[in-house]
């Protein structure tokens, strides 16, 4: 049977098509309106904080995350920063289910008839879905940096602190747009492995769950090869063995080297003497670049196996 290659639709129109499809999806657009909805209950609820007291700005405001990912110690931006990034944590999950969700209607009965007659690019098709993730990771992580930046003058009346920007304030605005960023790009990544598990079992669920599983177990293996490192555990014997193992895999682990871009070299939690010290949940003399590469490598690996996944995927199954 001759193939109507007429039938094909580019990778644009297969974007537009993908595109269409998700903004008629209701998931979706919750999702785009959690960020403004949050902020404005944390909003009204500091505004009756205000009303019936008298907060105060400390140092004891804020919290770990601000040292550690370099948010600023002191001000309204950087008690800003504390408040809102602890929850980028679950709304990134939400966007990694939107993203498998995307990848589900393959494995209907008109998809199916659609591989059998048309026979579409399924690289094409699976990259089309891969950039449309991209879009509604991108519009999401605008959509909290831009709740973030006008959360910022809320905080200053309610410490009521003056509306006036310090080189500190510019500081902790640069921390707070790389922190937002470079969750969105790990969100994008793992993203990435989210639909290439969801084409391999089918399944949003079956593949959500064997992306937690893999995400527990590259953090646990990250946190302990970090700690091997650092503190120079060498035991004798089969812990030996296993130390070793942990020291050469950390560089080529997902957790570690996203960690190495984001967190800071020094940190202040931990100190005794008031001065910073090296940050002991990352591998310090691992070299930024080669995380980038490391990151960039992931993103090209999990989207082949999307691609590959889908590619030799029978329409009888």
């Known amino acids: 049977m001759a193939i109507n290659n007429l039938s094909r639709p580019s990778l644009i129109n297969s974007y537009r098509h ?8 209701k998931y979706y ?33 804020l919290t770990n995350l601000n040292d550690v990912y370099g948010l600023g110690l002191e001000g309204s931006v950087a008690f800003a920063s504390g408040t809102l990034t602890p929850l980028y944590g679950v709304f990134s999950l939400l966007l990694i289910i939107g ?20 026979q579409p690019d399924r690289m094409r098709l699976v990259l089309s879905k891969w950039f449309f993730c991209f879009t509604f990771i991108l519009c ?8 973030w930046l006008l959360y910022i003058p809320f905080t200053r009346y309610f410490f009521d602190q003056p509306f006036t920007i310090t080189a500190s304030d510019w500081a902790d605005f640069g921390g707070g747009l790389k922190y937002f960023a470079l969750q969105g790009l ?17 399944s949003v669920v079956a593949g959500i769950i064997v992306y937690f599983v893999y995400n527990s177990i ?32 950390n560089p080529f682990l997902l957790n570690s080297n996203f960690n190495r871009i984001i967190m800071q070299e020094t940190t202040f ?25 490391m990151l960039a490598i992931y993103l090209f690996i999990f989207t082949a196996l999307a691609v590959y996944f889908f590619s030799r995927r029978d329409i009888t199954e």
């Open 269 to 293: 939690l931990g100190s005794t003497t008031g001065m910073p010290i090296p940050n002991e949940q990352i591998v310090i003399s691992n070299p930024v670049w080669w995380a980038w590469i």
């Open 218 to 249: 590259d953090a646990s293996l990250s946190s302990l090869s970090t700690v091997a490192i650092n503190e120079n555990f060498n035991p004798d014997g089969i812990f030996g063995i296993l130390a070793a193992i942990l020291k050469f895999i």
């Open 99 to 118: 993203c498998a969700l995307m990848v589900s209607n393959e494995y209907r009965w008109n998809t199916m008839k659609v591989l059998a007659t048309r």
């Open 29 to 61: 657009r919750y999702v785009l309106l959690l960020p403004p909805l949050l902020t404005a209950v944390i909003m009204l609820i500091q505004t009756l904080v205000k009303v019936f007291g008298n907060p105060k700005l400390s140092p004891s405001s």
């Open 140 to 147: 999401a992580t605008v959509s909290f940096m831009l709740c």
């Open 18 to 25: 993908e595109f269409f499809k998700g903004s008629k999806l």
């Open 186 to 202: 790990l969100a994008f990544i793992y993203s990435s492995l989210a639909i290439a598990l969801t084409f391999q079992f089918k």
